[in-house]
């Protein structure tokens, strides 16, 4: 460890060791890289690592014979505490972080072990970022830019460790978001582990689903089930390490449940209602882009043919307006070779964007 009354080495100064070369390791091996800073991973997995390493710049490659002043840690959470108990005795002079889903469960394995005179070295983090792909070909230098990344000390992380773990966070172009273990784990279980499960018994109901209802599936659908895609054997680990705080929301959906199901059977409108209006407040109060307010947005619905330079075509003529995009969904029309693409723009940009597409021979309407 840094020695008493020194300050920690700044990661961009440093040396970095990344543990595990899947989407999220190699994505932070490249933001660094990025950066200039020296970076080396390792997997148990050669082919990763082989990967990895062919997209990370020669010069920032550092060998295996040089101490990291941080370890970054981006197992699957089944291994997170086996590997991070190895990386703080492997590497007695290094901070470690992790950047799995959970921090409860983790913390409390490396406490049962003895981990303990160890522990001031450690500092849990966990970048809001990823993707329904996996694997190092799909990591991306640009993932964490802009994104939240939350860091989460425990009661005897040591202020240096936490500060190393902030310059990652910082060198990586993400933004630093303080919660404890506990905090995080319920506040992901919210925003991110139990929408997941919600996707996946909706998805679910579909596999056995006639073709001709899932001829009539449309945008909606795709938007609630996409997450669903993910990793099934990786969301498995994540949905079980944060289990105490699934099953407390868990709860509290299947009360709302019984109750709509009442409701239904009862014939109560206004019931079925005050359920949709909780829905809708509850999607108002996600923050907006940039972490501000929620803009009002409307759709504009553009018919648009299935060929080369078509959507390119239709985003410069909406730019040239002077119309900022806020969001784009795109639906394929399967008896013909046209699209359906669905443009958010600002509430009182709507009408008039549809009327100038319409000017300039697009099929527009909001």
């Given at each position: ?175 630093v978001v303080h ?5 995080h784990d319920l ?62 929301l868990l709860g ?115």
């Open positions: 460890m840094t020695a008493a009354g020194t300050s920690p080495p700044a990661v961009p100064a440093g040396t970095v060791l990344v543990v595990g070369a899947g989407l999220i390791g190699t994505s932070v091996a490249l933001a660094l890289n990025r950066r200039g800073i020296a970076v080396r991973v390792e997997d148990v997995d050669p082919v990763n690592v082989a990967v990895a390493a062919s997209r990370i710049e020669a010069r920032s490659v550092v060998s295996p014979a040089d101490e990291p002043d941080l370890v970054v840690v981006a197992t699957p959470p089944d291994h997170l505490a086996d590997s991070i108990s190895a990386a703080l005795i492997a590497h007695p002079s290094a901070y470690v972080t992790d950047v799995g889903s959970v921090k409860v469960q983790p913390l409390a394995q490396l406490r049962s072990r003895g981990a303990g005179p160890d522990l001031p070295r450690y500092v849990g983090s966990h970048p809001m970022a990823g993707s329904e792909r996996s694997g190092p070909l799909a990591a991306a230098a640009d993932l964490f830019d802009g994104r939240t990344w939350a860091v989460t000390p425990h009661d005897s992380s040591d202020p240096r460790a936490v500060a190393t773990v902030e310059s990652l966070v910082s060198a990586c172009g993400a933004v919660l404890t273990p506990e905090e506040a992901v279980a919210r925003i991110s582990h139990l929408p997941h499960l919600m996707a996946a018994l909706t998805a679910g109901l579909l596999r056995d689903a006639p073709p001709t209802h899932l001829a009539l599936s449309g945008q909606g659908v795709r938007d609630v089930t996409r997450i669903a895609g993910g990793n099934p054997v990786l969301w498995r680990q994540i949905v079980s390490a944060n289990a105490d705080a699934l099953q407390v509290d959906v299947r009360r709302e449940l019984d109750d709509l199901l009442e409701a239904l059977g009862d014939g109560d409108a206004r019931r079925v209602e005050d359920v949709l209006l909780s829905g809708a407040a509850g999607a108002a109060a996600v923050p907006g882009k940039h972490g501000g307010p929620v803009v009002d947005l409307v759709a504009v619905t553009v018919a648009i043919p299935d060929r080369p330079g078509a959507l390119a075509q239709l985003f410069s003529e909406v730019g040239a307006l002077g119309v900022n995009i806020e969001d784009v969904r795109i639906d394929h029309d399967p008896a013909r070779a046209f699209g359906l693409v669905e443009i958010d723009v600002a509430e009182g940009a709507g009408e008039g964007l549809a009327e100038s597409l319409r000017a300039g021979g697009w099929a527009a309407h909001r």
